[in-house]
């Protein structure tokens, strides 16, 4: 009997326990003081806010958890479709585990955690709790599930604003974070653009600082609905105390204007049609130049220093000064596979070499661009930081012809097909690069 009634006790606990009660619904106002409270919460002195709190994030819980923080101090309904977790619905069918402000789990309360809304989240410990619980749940194909794509304009790309990207080998998560004036001289006239800013986490999920790069995509989002720019889906009270998401299309701002074709039309990259509809002044100039180039050299700088380090972990080459002892297991499972395989990576160079390559194809006949263009792909890249005048040294137009997509390909597509270039660390430093013909 004792034992019925503390299961009875539990069983109670579990239905009646919340996170926090909802006060409020999400409402376009509501956005509005989620992008105030990120701008504020994410500032560029608080790219550590994860960090500090001591919460490990990837790509996708940045997004998640910024969320799910600011729906706890304003009492708002969140739901999120669970990536691992299963369970059988009230039809016998076999769905997908959604987590809400009304989840609460057994175990949690087992070890006595009890919410707490008089502290700040950080120190909730059934919050956390719970909040890491959701993030171990969940990536960037989840949130692909509880967002809808927004119409790429100023009044609907909020800060806050998520961004997601498919590859043909994993996918990423970053926030739309700020616009930043980029200027550049020629001849004494002075040119004026913007670059947009994304903060970002990243694979592994560790205890880190946010960090911030420019927004440089080059091709059109191929999964209509799932991918590109997007907000998150509003829950909505079906009673019985029950939430589901909202239908997409119902959102405000709802568009799938990105997708289209058209959208793209006349610039060179996905990135600059986006920048032309947040930036009313834009028209392609010489700091559009400078800042693609800004672009690739920063993108390009950190492929060497990856792949120079995993080179010289993960690979016995009699020109690299280290013993063999030295060489460590860089198979695909390990750790060091994650850290010095450029899988991802390499799909966003990718597809920023492509943007580039038809930018230089556009303009490379234009007298304001052609000297800058062409000096710049005629240029030397040196590949490693070896002593040897010409060693791993080549020309900027082999790398891009490495990296460029033939034309405009789909997820699919570019699984299937083959290229130059390897991501793999074990690999040699010239397939590496896709330009082991040079040599």
């Known amino acids: 009997m004792r034992f019925i009634v503390f ?37 560029e002195e608080n790219f550590d806010f994860f960090e500090k709190h001591d919460m490990a994030t990837d790509c996708a819980d940045a997004a998640i958890a910024a969320r799910w ?63 890491n619980y959701v993030l171990d749940n969940t990536n960037t194909y989840s949130l692909a599930w509880d967002s809808y794509p927004v119409e790429i304009s100023q009044r609907s790309m909020l800060i806050g604003t998520h961004h997601l990207t498919f590859y043909p080998k994993g996918a990423h998560a970053n926030i739309l974070f700020n616009l930043e004036y980029f200027r550049a001289k020629r001849f004494q006239k002075e040119y004026e653009t913007v670059a947009i800013n994304m903060l970002n986490s990243t694979l592994p999920k560790a205890v880190r600082k946010l960090f911030k790069r420019h927004y440089a995509r080059g091709e059109r989002p191929s999964r209509r609905g799932y991918e590109g720019f ?67 050299n920063l993108e390009l700088g950190e492929r060497i220093n990856t792949v120079i380090s995993g080179y010289n972990l993960c690979v016995d080459d009699p020109n690299i000064s280290h013993d063999d002892d030295k060489i460590e297991d860089c198979s695909p499972g390990t750790r060091n596979y994650d ?34 263009i062409n000096s710049f792909l005629n240029g030397k890249v040196k590949l490693s930081g070896t002593k040897e005048a010409n060693y791993h040294m080549v020309e900027f137009k082999h790398i891009i012809d490495a990296f460029t997509l033939p034309y405009y390909m789909t997820v699919k597509e570019r699984r299937e097909a083959e290229f130059n270039f390897s991501s793999d660390p074990r690999d040699s430093f010239y397939v590496r690069w896709g330009v082991e013909d040079l040599f």
């Open 339 to 372: 850290k010095y395989s450029t899988n991802n990576r390499d799909d966003r160079f990718q597809a920023l070499m492509t943007a580039a390559n038809r930018t230089f194809n556009m303009y490379k006949d234009d007298r304001i661009y052609k000297r800058r």
């Open 69 to 131: 923080i600011f729906a706890r101090k304003h009492g708002l309904p969140v739901l999120q479709h669970s990536a691992t977790m299963h369970i059988t619905d009230e039809k016998g069918n076999r769905v997908r585990e959604m987590y809400s402000q009304d989840t609460m789990k057994r175990f949690w309360i087992n070890q006595g955690l009890k919410a707490d809304l008089t502290k700040p989240w950080h120190e909730d410990k059934l919050f956390v709790t719970a909040l």
């Open 230 to 296: 997007l907000r998150m889906r509003w829950p909505v009270s079906i009673g019985g105390g029950k939430y589901e998401l909202m239908e997409r299309q119902l959102h405000p701002y709802w568009s799938e204007e990105q997708y289209d074709e058209l959208f793209t039309y006349g610039y060179g990259g996905f990135y600059q049609a986006v920048t032309a509809r947040l930036w009313s002044k834009y028209s392609f100039n010489y700091a559009d130049l400078e800042l693609l180039i800004k672009f690739i």
């Open 7 to 43: 299961l009875l006790l539990i069983i109670s606990m579990s239905t009646q326990a919340k996170l926090w009660e909802v006060r409020n619904q999400w409402s376009w106002e509501w956005e509005n003081r989620y992008s105030d409270w990120f701008e504020v919460a994410f500032s």
